[in-house]
Nanobody, 121 residues
């Protein structure tokens, strides 16, 4: 079992920044990567960024250069720094513990409750 708790969402104006956090506990050692997903109303959940235990990151094309994923292994916490936010970034953001194989992220069944990000003027 893995428990994931996201925080840091909120309302921000276009061009603004937010930093999301995901605190993991439980059997997190069974997984070698973590990821951030997002889901907007009426849309499928999509992978935004992933990071391996060694710090290798991968990003969805629309967030490259704007979002940065990092982690503190000592705290079992993953972060998503989001800069230059756009209205289309509005979604509920979730973190997930999983695995990366040949640059592909494979999610586990464990999800947090999510944190809402709204980008609007």
């Amino acid at each position: 079992q893995v428990q994931l708790v996201e925080s840091g969402g909120g309302l921000v104006q276009p061009g603004g920044s937010l930093r999301l956090s995901c605190a993991a506990s439980g059997s997190i050692f069974a997984y070698d990567a973590m990821a951030w997903y997002r889901q907007a109303p009426g849309k499928q959940r999509e992978l935004v960024a992933s990071i391996t235990n060694s710090g290798i990151t991968n990003y969805e094309d629309s967030v490259k250069g704007r979002f940065t994923c990092s982690r503190d292994n000592a705290k079992n916490t993953v972060y998503l720094q989001m800069n230059s936010l756009k209205p289309e970034d509005t979604a509920r953001y979730y973190c997930n513990a999983g695995r990366v194989r040949y640059s592909t992220y494979y999610s586990s069944p464990y999800w947090g409750q999510g944190t809402q990000v709204t980008v609007s003027s």
